[in-house]
């Protein structure tokens, strides 16, 4: 392996350097498999709101989170900031998935299907 500057890296850096992408691949992996999991819950969060007409959006719940998840990250030593950022990504993107299972829903004339 040589760096940009064209300079030979140390087989035991480079062995040390894979080790550590090898570790960095498995938690990317499980965080994508996690999100695939709490999309599912959210899916099925949407269905029920949508069946009984609730709104796509909570802003009591998501402020709750918001906080939780911030002292999740802080106790983590994780910028919470970042954390934060985080979650108001995944909450949009919940709430547009929220309003299209409603808006399903409404054009469909049928209950959702959990």
Same mark, same amino acid.
């Given at each position: 392996?040589?760096?940009?500057?064209?300079?030979?890296?140390?087989?035991?850096?480079? *062995?040390? &350097?894979? +080790? $550590?992408? =090898? #570790?960095?691949?498995?938690?990317? %992996?499980?965080?994508?498999?996690? /999100?695939?999991?709490?999309?599912?819950?959210?899916?099925?969060?949407?269905?029920?709101?949508?069946?009984?007409?609730?709104?796509?959006?909570?802003?009591?719940?998501?402020?709750?989170?918001? *906080?939780? &998840?911030? +002292? $999740?990250? =802080? #106790?983590?030593?994780?910028?919470? %900031?970042?954390?934060?950022?985080? /979650?108001?990504?995944?909450?949009?993107?919940?709430?547009?998935?929220?309003?299209?299972?409603?808006?399903?829903?409404?054009?469909?004339?049928?209950?959702?299907?959990?």
């Amino acid at each position: 392996m040589t760096t940009s500057n064209n300079r030979e890296v140390d087989p035991a850096i480079r *062995a040390e &350097l894979g +080790r $550590l992408r =090898e #570790s960095i691949d498995n938690i990317d %992996a499980a965080v994508v498999h996690m /999100l695939a999991e709490r999309f599912k819950c959210t899916q099925q969060v949407g269905h029920l709101k949508a069946a009984h007409q609730l709104p796509a959006a909570d802003p009591n719940r998501e402020a709750e989170q918001i *906080a939780r &998840l911030r +002292r $999740l990250a =802080e #106790s983590a030593n994780l910028d919470p %900031a970042f954390a934060e950022k985080l /979650l108001n990504f995944v909450i949009a993107e919940v709430i547009r998935h929220h309003e299209r299972i409603a808006e399903d829903t409404l054009n469909s004339g049928k209950p959702p299907v959990n």
